[in-house]
């Protein structure tokens, strides 16, 4: 990238430093920079959306230069992770790339969250998989959450990119290391996880399985019957302790 967008404002709309919440390195502290837009609009029930809809149904404008990035990995020498996610940040293939370099650039370990619609390499060292399923599909005349009506485009655009499998395979490949972190909301979303893991040659040890739920209370519902399921069949079980601390709050 011309060093003189490095001053330019990203699709970038949140950076800040955490404890990674959801599978394999949960409890890590990592820098977590969130870009926007998505390929996807997953809806999980009539009230349930993708926990990030800023992302992706009403997509936010990126308010930080790459300059501010780097500027924050140096505030933070004590983090050696960083997490790229958005939305889906693989849409943004020159700049998901430069975030790589950049978070190299400074000794860390890096992962990439995504929901596999499109393939990019990059000098990433961990994939973090998360495709959609049919449990995902916005469903028609409901509301947004922007109060818009779900409409048969939101559909269309939804099913045309959530199944790219060769995308998906791709990605594992060109990465050192993976995880497959699928949203589990009821027991007919578990043949779906098993028809992608024949597809992708993936393994249970490289499964962790999480509860749907933007909400405390939404976790609930699936968390015990899920746990379950996990030991019984030799999936990891992973929850969402950012939603279980600190609810809908955003970080920034």
């Not at 393939?119 to 916005?138: G, M, R």
Request: one cysteine or more.
């Amino acid at each position: 990238m011309n060093p003189k967008e490095y001053s330019k404002n990203q699709p970038i709309i949140e950076m800040y430093g955490c404890l990674q919440s959801e599978g394999k390195l949960t409890g890590v502290p990592h820098i977590l920079i969130r870009t926007t837009g998505c390929t996807l609009r997953c809806q999980f029930s009539k009230t349930d959306f993708c926990d990030s809809s800023y992302t992706s149904w009403s997509p936010e404008k990126g308010t930080f230069s790459l300059n501010n990035v780097i500027n924050f990995f140096k505030k933070h020498p004590q983090i050696k992770h960083t997490m790229i996610t958005g939305g889906s940040p693989t849409m943004h293939e020159n700049l998901l790339r430069e975030l790589c370099i950049i978070a190299k650039s400074f000794g860390h370990y890096i992962t990439i969250e995504t929901e596999g619609s499109k393939y990019v390499s990059t000098v990433a060292d961990f994939i973090s998989l998360s495709p959609k399923f049919s449990n995902s599909t916005p469903k028609l005349g409901t509301l947004q959450p922007n109060g818009k009506e779900v409409t048969l485009s939101h559909v269309k655009r939804h099913e045309k990119y959530r199944k790219n499998h060769e995308a998906m395979g791709k990605m594992i490949k060109a990465h050192g290391e993976y995880q497959l972190k699928p949203v589990v909301s009821s027991v007919d979303d578990l043949e779906e996880i098993k028809y992608i893991q024949e597809k992708l040659n993936i393994p249970n040890n490289k499964v962790y399985l999480m509860p749907a739920g933007g909400t405390v209370s939404e976790l609930e519902k699936h968390r015990s019957w899920l746990m379950e399921y996990c030991w019984q069949n030799g999936y990891n079980y992973t929850d969402r302790i950012h939603i279980i601390a600190y609810g809908e709050k955003r970080g920034f």
